[in-house]
């Protein structure tokens, strides 16, 4: 349900820039100031808790997994200071993490029959490789600061193109079922969520463009993503994980 609130909410956002676009200027005007950019880039970040969980005891490695992103945008001056944008980006939000935990409830892939699962509280060394690929939107206000940075600040909806979720356990145990139910050594075991990640990321976007030259320029942008990327029901973490991103790349002002 929450999905189609955010979707309610970015359509209210087009659709108040798109009339006081219009109430501004005849419709002909309008589509002759259009401009349009290319970008690309890299990213840091990953699919994560808003904050650490106390079954997370100890990070032992992080890597950013297809740290990249490729868009265009057509963009709209609304006036000297204000405008707004539309954008087409493909790219990729993922990590691969080492970690230490106590007590963090999963679920481990015993064989190609789900019932034979193992499902319960895991305490030992674990493995995370997010590696998903998304067509996003980013629709967005910008304000002109100075003649060389611009501001921006808008929802994004993004859609999944391919979604791999996975890991490995190893040097553990798990309690099965609850918190005191039997102890099961775990000297390695895999778990795959790919079926149970989420088609839909919708966030927010703020982000600044600083302009060296006439066509050419830098830009840094954080990416929140609101809802968690695993369905609703989903009960093999017990924590939400949300699309966290810092881009930084180069862009081209094709008109």
Request: hydrophobic content about 35%; overall charge positive.
């Amino acid at each position: 349900m929450k999905l189609k609130y955010y979707i309610s909410a970015i359509l209210l956002f087009v659709g108040s820039f798109y009339l006081k676009a219009k109430e501004s200027e005849p419709i002909d005007s309008v589509f002759s100031k259009i401009g349009f950019t290319a970008t690309l880039g890299t990213k840091i970040g990953g699919s994560t808790p808003v904050s650490l969980p106390a079954e997370i005891r100890k990070i032992r490695g992080y890597q950013p997994a297809y740290p990249f992103f490729v868009g265009v945008k057509a963009y709209y001056p609304i006036n000297r200071t204000w405008g707004m944008s539309l954008g087409l980006t493909f790219e990729g939000k993922g990590m691969n993490t080492e970690a230490t935990v106590k007590g963090y409830k999963t679920t481990f892939n015993a064989s190609d029959d789900p019932s034979q699962n193992i499902k319960g509280y895991y305490t030992g060394d674990i493995t995370t490789k997010v590696q998903n690929l998304y067509l996003s939107i980013p629709i967005q206000a910008t304000y002109q600061l100075s003649e060389r940075w611009n501001l921006q600040a808008g929802p994004y909806v993004a859609f999944a193109v391919k979604k791999k979720f996975f890991g490995e356990a190893t040097n553990g145990y798990m309690r099965n079922i609850d918190p005191t139910g039997d102890k099961i050594d775990v000297d390695f075991a895999e778990y795959d969520f790919a079926k149970s990640v989420r088609s839909i990321d919708v966030g927010m976007s703020l982000g600044a463009n600083y302009s060296f030259s006439k066509r050419c320029f830098v830009l840094g942008q954080f990416d929140y993503g609101f809802n968690n990327i695993m369905k609703t029901g989903f009960e093999s973490i017990s924590f939400g994980l949300h699309n966290i991103f810092m881009n930084v790349g180069i862009g081209y002002k094709l008109r």
